[in-house]
T-cell receptor, first 113, second 116 residues
Framework: AQSVTQLGSHVSVSEGALVLLRCNYSSSVPPYLFWYVQYPNQGLQLLLK??????LVKGINGFEAEFKKSETSFHLTKPSAHMSDAAEYFCAVSRYGNNRLAFGKGNQVVVIP | GAVVSQHPSWVICKSGTSVKIECRSL??????MFWYRQFPKQSLMLMATSNEGSKATYEQGVEKDKFLINHASLTLSTLTVTSAHPEDSSFYIC????????????FGNGTRLTVT
């Protein structure tokens, strides 16, 4: 079975500073990995995903993530935080594409002006 | 882009009554839909997977008779919470995709259910 670990439920970052959200996964097969963003009382929007190929994945809104198999990690970064980045972020893993995703507990990002 | 509409966005019901939540794909054929439940400050827990025209596949620990899922058309799936109790209060989210495992997954905006 797949699982995802996201540490630190709340992450505070100053506007303009680096955003770093950590995600570690476990999977018995090569994983598909995802980062989603959720704004209050809304569904999830896909930020980026890794399937195969290049391990550094670029997504929307300036986010990127790097798949590191040896570390079983898929950390999300953004060089410079913007106020609009305040939201909840979920890392997810699946075995077969967009099918039966397992989500982490999420990180609530607060951006400090 | 593809849109999934979930209705209602919030609902309050009395204990013992049933509530139906609709999930519609507005501009694509949703062969497969997923229903998730999200508790406050927690992650999304997959409840069931439904394929159009077939019975839903429920995750371990999810009561089939309590959470009735119908996916009778390529644009509509419904989740009915039967005989609701306060512990069923939660945020329910649907997602949908076409037939390919690699087709994009589109999420509804969720339904906040409160059972009094």
């Amino acid at each position: 079975a797949q699982s995802v670990t996201q540490l630190g439920s709340h992450v505070s970052v100053s506007e303009g500073a680096l955003v770093l959200l950590r995600c570690n996964y476990s999977s018995s097969v090569p994983p598909y990995l995802f980062w989603y963003v959720q704004y209050p009382n809304q569904g999830l929007q896909l930020l980026l995903k890794y399937t195969t190929g290049a391990t550094l994945v670029k997504g929307i809104n300036g986010f990127e993530a790097e798949f590191k198999k040896s570390e079983t990690s898929f950390h999300l970064t953004k060089p410079s935080a913007h106020m609009s980045d305040a939201a909840e972020y979920f890392c997810a893993v699946s075995r077969y594409g967009n099918n039966r995703l397992a989500f982490g507990k999420g990180n609530q990002v607060v951006v400090i002006p | 882009g593809a849109v999934v509409s979930q209705h209602p966005s919030w609902v309050i019901c009395k204990s013992g009554t049933s509530v139906k939540i609709e999930c519609r794909s507005l501009d694509f054929q949703a062969t497969t839909m997923f229903w998730y439940r999200q508790f406050p400050k927690q992650s999304l827990m997959l409840m069931a997977t439904s394929n159009e025209g077939s019975k839903a596949t429920y995750e371990q620990g999810v009561e089939k008779d309590k959470f009735l899922i119908n996916h009778a058309s390529l644009t509509l799936s419904t989740l009915t919470v039967t005989s609701a109790h306060p512990e069923d209060s939660s945020f329910y989210i649907c997602s949908a995709r076409t037939s390919s495992y690699n087709s994009p997954l589109h999420f509804g905006n969720g339904t906040r259910l409160t059972v009094t």
